[in-house]
């Protein structure tokens, strides 16, 4: 079974402040997905950042970073420069296939919250 | 650029009631899913779909729920007699496999509030 860990419930910061969103996750699969979704208020689930578990090359997209470590089982998640619209919940998953389709498990969630 | 979208975007309804919720995954996908979202909670998976049939499911997909492609494009949700506890917000997504990303496309969601 699969399992994603979020362990920041609440991260509260002023605007301009970089902010480090933390993802922990176990699977037995050798090849896997691991995605960072945003959810505004508004509900929809963002799609923000991809990677697979044969590229542990970190990489920068505007203001978003990705830290993924397969030997701590980490996929860490940096906005530089936060802004007020910044705020929202973000979900770390993990996808693999699984029988014979895809399974796609959500962390907790990251409540963001940037200050103005 | 291709979508899911789902209807409604929020529904209310009485106890006891059958609900249907619907999707209309990306054409070109294949696997179709629906996850849902208790409000303040994580997003749970319910089912997918592959190939006409239901390929997995979890232990919320009770008897209670069903799902269909009754022709070819969209994709329902049907609860049958609905509870307080099913209110929540429901996505529907599709996926690509077979050379894929390993991305599921998520709907914007639909909003069930159960009186």
């Known amino acids: 079974a699969q399992k994603v860990t979020q362990a920041q419930t609440e991260i509260s910061v002023v605007e301009k402040e970089d902010v480090t969103l933390d993802c922990v996750y176990e699977t037995r699969d050798t090849t896997y997905y691991l995605f960072w979704y945003k959810q505004p208020p508004s509900g929809e689930l963002v799609f923000l950042i991809r990677r697979n578990s044969f590229d542990e090359q970190n990489e920068i997209s505007g203001r978003y970073s990705w830290n993924f470590q397969k030997s701590t089982s980490s996929f860490n998640f940096t906005i530089t420069a936060s802004q007020v619209v910044d705020s929202a919940v973000y979900f770390c998953?993990?996808?693999?296939?699984?029988?014979?389709?895809?399974?796609?498990?959500f962390g907790s969630g990251t409540q963001l919250t940037v200050l103005p | 650029e291709p979508e899911v979208t789902q209807t409604p975007s929020h529904q209310v309804t009485q106890m006891g009631q059958e609900v249907i919720l619907r999707c209309v995954p990306i054409s070109n996908h294949l696997y179709f899913y629906w996850y849902r979202q208790i409000l303040g909670q994580k997003v749970e998976f319910l089912v997918s779909?592959?190939?006409?049939?239901?390929?997995?499911k979890s232990e919320i997909f009770d008897d209670q729920f069903s799902v269909e492609r009754p022709d070819g494009s969209n994709f329902t949700l049907k609860i049958r007699s609905t509870k307080l506890e099913d209110s929540a917000m429901y996505f529907c997504?599709?996926?690509?496999?077979?050379?894929?990303?390993?991305?599921?496309?998520f709907g914007e969601g639909s909003r069930l509030t159960v009186l």
């Open positions: 997504a599709s996926s690509e496999e077979t050379g894929g990303t390993g991305e599921l496309f």
């Open positions: 779909f592959y190939n006409n049939e239901i390929s997995e």
């Open positions: 998953a993990l996808s693999v296939f699984s029988g014979s389709a895809r399974q796609l498990t």
